[in-house]
């Protein structure tokens, strides 16, 4: 089923899925039928990136949200990070044939993100949960942000009827607890999406 597929989609790094074959990912990832549930333009909406914005994906699988956020943002960039070779591929790719220019494919590894240089905003979608050392992780990301970047975390609720095993998914309360815990504080939390929680944090105050 849709949903089920797309619980690891946008994923950075996981032991459990292989997303080697990114044009069969793709069909997958991109169906109009996850517009119905994921929201796409709400999310970005309530997000509200500036024209001249410079935009982080982690986890940007085939460019669902990366390709939606350059032509938010036409002025900025948008870094659709990956770890999957064949992803970043083929979102390099997608951005030659769509002619989106400030659309950059990265290959992250699975510690670092490596952005290439300091962003206003961070999206992480079906993508936290999958993240290990996740402290550590999001420490090393504050050197990434700008003042006053935001850093969205959207994953599925721990009693979502679809997603990844119940056992894979982190509860909004310890996503919170473990971002505190690397330095951020809760910004804004919004309860529109059905199967998901969507937070947004900024860096804490030195």
């Known amino acids: 089923m849709l949903l089920c597929g797309t619980a690891a989609a946008q994923s950075p790094h996981t032991h459990q ?3 080697s074959n990114a ?12 517009d119905e549930w994921q929201k796409p333009h709400e999310v970005i909406q309530a997000l509200a ?10 986890g940007a699988g085939t460019g669902y949200f990366s390709v939606r956020f350059a032509h938010m943002a036409p002025k900025g960039r948008v870094y659709g990070v990956d770890t999957e070779p064949d992803m970043v591929r083929y979102l390099s790719q ?10 950059v494919a990265v290959a992250g590894s699975p510690d670092d993100a490596k952005l290439p240089e300091k962003v206003d905003l961070v999206l992480l979608v079906d993508a936290y949960h ?3 050392g996740r402290e550590a992780y999001f420490r090393r990301l504050r050197g990434a942000l700008k003042a006053n970047a935001r850093l969205a975390v959207i994953d599925f609720r721990i009693d979502s009827p679809y997603g990844p095993p119940p056992s894979a998914r982190i509860s909004p309360d310890r996503v919170k607890e473990e971002m505190r815990r690397a330095g951020y504080v809760l910004d804004r939390e919004h309860g529109f999406l059905p199967y998901q929680y969507f937070l947004v944090f900024r860096a804490a105050s030195p």
């Open 49 to 58: 990136p500036k024209p001249d914005a410079v935009i982080a994906d982690i």
């Open 94 to 103: 997608r951005a030659k044939r769509e002619g989106l220019q400030n659309l």
């Open 17 to 19: 899925h292989s997303f």
């Open 23 to 34: 044009e069969s990912w793709a069909k997958e990832f991109d169906d109009p039928k996850r």
């Open 130 to 132: 999958h993240i290990d």
